[in-house]
Each structure stands twice: as C-alpha cells, then as structure tokens.
C-alpha cells in the first residue's frame, strides 16, 4: 500500500503572486531537511505538498525532521487509495485503526475536492464511522470534542485517509530564506537560542557571532556555544558562526573606563564588532535575546545607550516583551534548554561590576568610552575572528 507525507502550510501568505515563490522556498527546504534520498516524489497541489517516501526510509523520523521546518502548520501520513468508496471503507479503514487502539472517541471528516464523486461528504463520514465502528469495539463517536479525527479526502486522483498524532503540528512561520539574513548574537545562556529561533521561525535566514575571553572563559565553554548553535541548526539548516576573542578588548575596559560602566562599554563594542562582521557577510539586522529590564544591562535606558552605537544596521530583539519564564518554555521546546543551564561561564559575566548603572546617560559613557581606542580594538577582533560551519545536530 502507498504512503504519502501531507504538507499543510496556511493560508496568511499564500495570497497572490508570492504564492509559488514561497512553495518554492518550503520545498526547497523540506528537501534539504528531510535529504532527497529518502524522497521518492515532491509535488504540489490546492495548497497541499505531497512527499512520497522512499519504500526503505523511516517514515516518522521524516515527520519529526518535518517538524523542524518553518512554514509548515500540518504534517499527515495518510494512506493513498483509488477513489472507489469499497476501498476507502475497507483497507483505508483498515489503514487507518491500525493505530487506533485504545483510544476513546473519534469523528469523521470527509473533504471532497472532486465534486464528480458520487457520494457527497456527510455519506462518506456516516459510512467511514461505521466501518471504524465495526473494527474497534470499544471505541465512541465524538464529534464536539474527539481524542482523534479521521480524515478522508477526495482528491483530483487518489483518495487519502489519515488520523493525525503528535508527530503532525508543525512549527508555523514562514520558509526560511523569505525574509532576508540576520545575524545573531549567540552566548551560552538561555535567551540568546531562543532569540535565534523566533528570527527564523519569520523566515530569516541566519549567521551567528559569539564571543569569548580565554583565558577567562574556557574551551569547554565554547563547545557549549557551538553544541547550542547545532540544536538550533536542526530548524535552519547550516550556517555560520563567527567566534571573536574578545579577551585584549575586555581587559582593554577594565583598566581604563570606570567600573560602573564597564558592562555598557562592552556591549557597545560587541554590538559595533557584530555589526562589522554582519555588514560583511550581507546580513541586514542584528539580532539580541535582551528582554527589557531582566538585567541592568537591559534597562530601557541601558537598551538605549547600547543601541546608539549602530552605524547602519537595525537590532531586532524578538524576546523584548517576554518574562523569563515564557523565554524558558520556548527554549524547553526547541531543545536548547538543558545545554543553555550547563555551568560555564559567558565573557559578559566575567568582569561585571558590583554597582552597575541601570539609568545610564548616553554622554557619559561616551566619556569613558574615550579612554579606549574602540576603532583598533574592534579592527583587531574583526580581524582576529574564526569562522565555524555549524552543521545540525544528527
Ligand atoms: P543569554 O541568555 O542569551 O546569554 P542574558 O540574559 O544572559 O542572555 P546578557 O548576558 O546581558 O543577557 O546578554 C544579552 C544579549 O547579548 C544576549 O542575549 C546575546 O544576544 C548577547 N550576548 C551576550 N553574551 C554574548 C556572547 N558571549 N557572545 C555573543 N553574544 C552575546
Ligand atoms: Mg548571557
């Protein structure tokens, strides 16, 4: 019996002519995804992208990788049969119970795109609930509130029947490589993968940026970084990531600008340092996981100083209205969690001082911006910075 995978993707931004380019986009990374030698055939049609699996490969792991492309609403493995009704009532109900045991209640719903068929969808609900009902013998019709909904649906050449399972709730948002690139400030904490993921979840592609300080902030500490940059990988493919030692410019604050204003002086030169590998590498924005007022650093006020640094490019900051606990939910979701909380340190927590300002003024951190040659010093991390092709994680 045939297999196919159904892509459903909604609907907001398929309108007019960006309808096909967007397709064309989603398909274009669901076969970088899922691998085309697992794919038989890709087609579309109605709004609908069809994957046949090759007969030899793992069907529910295509689904879980399915899972991780943006832009995708519904993931179904149906059954395909010939669009005769003793068909459909006998192996796709057979088909389709074969994973229903013990559950409790179900309903029908039969769609029919070939209005020529001679049995109009209510028949086709009565007539698929009964012969469920004749396979399973616990099992009740519900249709306010089932545990599970069959569908049938009558298409231009083949009939398909399916149930959906956890497995078929995609991640919404749009293909990646629809929006443009961004590049992203990766640490090690929490805020920053998730920040990553709600960039792309709007179909921009990324690069990354991470600093580090050896000696301060140890090796172990960066292969943090670079495991954390392969989980997010699993959601836009491959990409890069630019690792700046940040050492010589951090010690270079410390012993000339006064201490209140060290945090805010290093995070100008980070962003300015990002924002010169990003212009280099065509990326159009900056991307932060800051959330206003989490830390002193995140102050409206901090935010503000921060952001005047900026020559050109925009900073976006996906998680600014979130709390710590709804940051913390989406991390437990995309599986960045449990590496972010690992116990090394970030080069932002190596020299913070006791009493930092929360209500900074723009020209007195100018002032002690002064003390440091921020052009030499930003030249030498651009130019002293590797590069690392970040590979999703198998
Ligand atoms: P995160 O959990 O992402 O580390 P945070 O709440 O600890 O964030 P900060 O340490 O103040 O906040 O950093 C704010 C943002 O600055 C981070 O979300 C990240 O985008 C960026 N950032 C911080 N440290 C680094 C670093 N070592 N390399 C690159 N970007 C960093
Ligand atoms: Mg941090």
Redesign the pocket.
Known sequence: MKEVILVKYGEIILKGLNRSKFEDLLIRNIKKAVGKQNLLSVKKAQAIIYLEPQPTADVDAIMEKLQKVFGIVNISRAGVFSKDMDEILTKGADYVTENMYGVATFKVEAKRSDKKFPFKSPEICREMGGAILSRLHKIKVDVINPEITVRVEIRDSEAYVYADSEKSIGCGGMPIGSSGKAT????????????AWMIAKRGVEID??????PPY?SERAKEK?IELARIVAGYTGRYNLYI?P?TEQQLAIRDNCPEEHL?LIM?RL?MMT?ERIALKNRSLAL?????LG??A??TIHALGVTNECMETLPVFRP?IGMDKNE?VDIARKIGTFET?ILPYE????VFTPKHPTTKPVLEKIMESQAKIDTEALINKAVEETEWVLIEPQE
């Open positions: 992203v400030l990766l640490s090690g904490g929490i805020d920053s993968p998730v920040a990354a940026v991470h600093f580090f300080s902030t970084v700046v940040f945090t995070r980070m990002a991307i932060t996981g800051e959330s989490q830390v650093s995140q998680l940051i972010s970030d080069c932002c927590t």
